[in-house]
């Protein structure tokens, strides 16, 4: 069974029912009007959050990953207020219904003006002697649905069933018994074991113990980190050591090629113009290589961010290419249904920027050879017209009649191939 954490159409405030998620609503001393609250910092905007409620400094410098301590608030006045340290913007308001006598952790989460809430109620009763519960929330909706698996340290994910599935962003598993021990966590996209978005090879879930799982975004938009909070207790962070990676060749020449990232194959003796799929591969400064038309080419491998998503551009002459690193950002749009989309242009021997508009407007202009535009904002509609230009012609380079723009869908146009004859494609990376 799952609840949905955030009101339909409202990212904010979540009240939890005494009937609802946790049990043991209300307890403690019934003539005690007061709760005791706390702040989780999961944000990936701010390093350090502060909270007040009714004007009463709750907690402050709380770093990412940390939870700070309790205090004692009325539940009759729970105005609250997330604050950034030092300048001390408010960057989330809101009024939680608490219920006298019981415990809570305010959740921050999202991006820098964006901030989310969402409150866990921690009055869930023990588990039993060696076992312990767990509960899931998925609270990176850029990361779409979510499955999450626990499996022996050592074990392979093929036979192994989902402990939650199907989570999506804002929803949570609601409390999972197992048996306390130490696992390997792997979250997954929902119904593709391979494509993992976290890998944790050791989480340890106590005897007795209650404990909630929260994923957050991360940079790309596609993987994501994780934090364990223990109910009343201290928080555990596992952070994604991975990118995600892909290649793109663009020769005008049908030159193949074949990529390896940290010995990963990326790409296999595909005819350029090719656009790769994205793979894992750990992050930092790795093993790169890459081979056009069978040789060896002398392309030192880039550095990458942990959680971000990359395209390799290997563009230009095939006979001594260049290596062009980009980084995408995959994340839905700020905007409730907007669009996200750019313009990549990778043309081999083309001495002018192209530009890029949706239905007359430009949104992106003079993009130069191995470079990307910013992603725009448009808005979603059944039928679009897009056109990719050149200063070279007056003809446009690439067009699409009728195109429908899905809400929340992230777009990229391609320009690829040579100056003579450019190949446009069309990419929803969403």
């Given amino acids: 069974m799952r609840f949905n954490f955030l009101a339909p159409k409202n990212w904010g405030l979540l009240t939890l029912a005494c009937a ?34 009714n004007d009463k400094s709750i907690n402050t410098d709380v770093a990412y990953a940390s939870a700070g301590a309790y205090a004692s608030v009325d539940t009759s006045a729970t105005t609250s207020q997330i604050q950034t340290t030092g300048i001390g913007t408010t960057v989330a308001s809101l009024a939680p219904s608490l219920n006298k006598g019981s415990n809570y952790t305010m959740i921050a989460y999202g991006w820098a003006g964006a901030v989310h809430t969402s409150m866990l109620q921690e009055d869930q009763e023990l588990a039993a002697s060696g076992k312990a519960k767990l509960l899931v929330m998925n609270l990176a909706p850029d990361a779409g649905t979510l499955d999450f698996y626990l499996s022996v340290v050592g074990d392979s994910l093929d ?83 991975d990118a995600r990676v892909r290649v793109i060749s663009s020769f005008g020449d049908g030159a193949r090629v074949t990529a390896q ?33 069978g040789s060896p080419m002398n392309l030192a491998a880039p550095s990458l961010k942990a959680g971000g998503d990359y395209t390799l551009l290997v563009w230009g002459d095939s006979a001594a290419p260049q290596l062009t690193l980009l980084s995408d950002d995959n994340r839905l749009a ?28 430009a949104i992106a202009s003079n993009v130069l050879p191995g470079a990307s535009s910013t992603p725009s904002l448009l808005s979603s509609s059944v039928s679009s017209l897009l056109s990719v230009s050149s200063g070279a012609s007056s003809s446009p380079a690439y067009s699409i009649t009728d195109l429908p723009l899905v809400s929340n869908g992230v777009y990229s146009v391609f320009m690829l191939g040579g100056a003579d004859k450019m190949v446009g494609t069309l990419r929803r990376e969403r």
């Fill in 20 to 53: 609802g998620l946790l049990s043991a609503c209300g307890g403690g001393n019934s003539g005690d009007s007061n709760a005791n609250i706390r702040l989780l910092n999961a944000t990936r905007g701010y390093a350090n959050l502060a909270l007040s409620v």
């Fill in 159 to 241: 036979n192994e069933a989902a402990v939650a599935s199907s989570i999506a962003g804002g929803l949570t598993s609601g409390f999972n018994t197992i048996n306390s021990g130490s696992y390997r966590l792997r979250i997954t996209s929902a119904g593709k074991k391979d494509e993992v978005r976290l890998d944790i090879p050791s989480l340890t879930l106590a005897s007795t113990g209650v404990a909630t799982l929260i994923v957050t975004s991360n940079e790309g938009g596609m993987l994501v980190n994780g934090i364990l909070l223990q109910q009343k207790g201290e928080s555990s962070n596992f952070l994604s050591a």
């Fill in 261 to 293: 990232l940290n010995g990963g194959s990326l790409m296999s003796n595909a005819v350029a113009p090719a656009i790769g799929e994205y793979q894992n591969s750990k992050a930092g400064a790795g093993s790169l290589s890459i081979h056009v038309n």
């Fill in 334 to 361: 700020a905007t409730a249904g907007a669009v996200k989309m750019r313009l990549v242009n990778a043309v081999a021997n083309l001495n002018a920027g192209l530009g890029l508009s949706v239905d007359y407007s």
